[in-house]
């Protein structure tokens, strides 16, 4: 059954990838639409400004790198862009100077004089010594400003560095398929809380993973169980897992809205929910049982993505034995 269903598997991905011409076509994701030939790079613009940390988490969490151009040709190319698509007059790009004053390096480390450094007339100045942080200007200058403003901001993606997860149908290696329900999975070992967990598995174009059938909760116990989580320090709570679930007006749903007792899983730990109204968050204790917490507890989660087109059309051949 197992190799049956692979090779079937295997050609519908093959159609997949010949059909949407992913591969020759080259794609990174949906939300990264500009493709400039000259640089072989994919390009979002986020236009809610941000801070510049939060900016590189941002493109990170995305996949991608916070934008800086790597010579004029590019920094020519992607202004174009912006210019034509956006009326902001600068953003940020990956450079700052996180060691020492004027020692500015890209977010991949190089140093700016190894990349674009066409510096406004004056500049870097680092006014009042707290400007460690850099913008490109509309005339293709840069600038220095202080890292806490919020401006727009670009992730960039190269081409090269796109390596697709063939059976996930995303570029994000650490996704694995589980054959067992046709869907794919990561184990997050960085503590977030529950709404930074939901915010990070939206940035993957997946969700806070929710449980449906007793097989999904068997298999979370295993990705818990094998997860490389036992060495991870800091404040954050052990034994517990975000998952896709919270409660409003005093019933639990589903991130996606539907009422937990109507999911094919609802089993709770004991005595749980027991926290009222300081534990409106869902989560899973190690053991799949279902635990109420507190939204600002830092937890490990796991996002769930389903396989957009694959995922139907296995389902439609093997749903029945995927049920069994
Ligand atoms: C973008 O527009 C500004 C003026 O708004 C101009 O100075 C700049 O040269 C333009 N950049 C490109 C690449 O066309
Ligand atoms: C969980 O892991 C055990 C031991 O490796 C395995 O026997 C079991 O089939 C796994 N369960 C699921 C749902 O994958
Ligand atoms: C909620 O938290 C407060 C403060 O920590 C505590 O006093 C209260 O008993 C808690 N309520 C419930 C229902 O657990």
């Known amino acids: 059954m197992f190799t049956t269903k692979c090779s079937v598997l295997l050609i519908l991905l093959a159609n997949h990838i010949l059909s949407s011409g992913q591969q020759e076509d080259k794609f990174f994701r949906v939300d990264y639409p500009k493709y400039i030939p000259e640089t072989d790079s994919f390009y979002k613009v986020h236009t809610v400004h941000q801070t510049w ?111 697709w997860n063939i059976l996930c149908d995303m570029p994000d290696q650490k996704y694995e398929y589980y054959d067992g329900l046709g869907r794919c999975y990561k184990f997050h070992t960085t503590p977030k809380t529950w709404l ?8 993957e174009q997946s969700y806070l993973a929710i449980i449906d059938s007793q097989l999904e909760a068997d298999h979370f116990v295993n990705l818990t169980r094998i997860a490389k989580k036992d060495d991870v320090e800091g404040s954050y709570l052990r034994g517990a897992v975000h998952l896709g679930f919270t409660r409003t007006n005093s019933q639990w749903r589903s991130i996606k809205g539907r009422p937990v007792k109507a999911l094919g899983y609802c089993k709770w730990g004991h005595n749980q929910p027991d926290g009222g109204d300081n534990e409106t968050c869902g989560s899973m204790f190690y053991n799949g049982k279902l635990n109420d917490i507190n ?6 989660f796991i996002c769930e993505r389903e396989i957009p087109i694959l995922g139907s059309a296995i389902e439609m051949r093997y749903g029945e034995t995927n049920k069994g």
Do not use: M
């Open 295 to 300: 939204c600002e507890q830092k937890c490990f």
């Open 53 to 163: 940390e939060k900016a590189k988490e941002t493109c990170e969490a995305e996949g991608a790198v916070l934008y800086y151009p790597d010579d004029e040709e590019e920094a020519l190319a992607v202004w174009n862009y912006i210019n034509a698509t956006q009326t902001f007059y600068w953003i940020y790009i990956g450079v700052s100077s996180p060691y020492a004053p004027h020692v500015f390096i890209t977010v991949e480390g190089h140093p700016i004089s190894s990349v674009y450094d066409n510096w406004g007339v004056g500049e870097p100045n680092d006014q009042s010594g707290v400007e460690r942080c850099v913008v490109i200007r509309r005339d293709g200058t840069l600038n220095d400003d202080k890292c806490d403003v919020k401006n727009p901001f670009l992730c960039k993606k190269r081409a090269s560095t796109i390596n």
């Open 196 to 203: 930074e967990a939901v915010q990070v598995c939206n940035a």
